[in-house]
């Protein structure tokens, strides 16, 4: 699991874009452990193959 913080620093943004895609429903999704939110590393992977288009693009 990856703190706010570490996401952050991984995805190279600012830690105020990672909640401000949490409240629009962007990006992986967080889970609270504790006050704490921390991010799963398999969503984060998943939702980066996403974004790069994933592993099945539709036909265009």
């Known amino acids: 699991m990856m703190s706010v ?3 952050s620093a991984y ?3 600012p ?3 990672l ?3 949490r409240r629009v429903g962007r ?3 967080p889970i609270h452990v504790g ?3 921390r991010y799963f590393v398999s969503d984060v ?3 980066q193959r996403e974004l790069s288009g994933g592993a099945n693009p ?3």
């Open 5 to 7: 913080e570490e996401l």
């Open 11 to 13: 995805l190279d943004v």
């Open 15 to 17: 830690i105020r874009t």
């Open 19 to 21: 909640y401000d895609w």
């Open 27 to 29: 990006g992986p999704c």
């Open 35 to 37: 006050r704490q939110l």
């Open 45 to 47: 992977l998943a939702d």
């Open 58 to 60: 539709t036909p265009g």
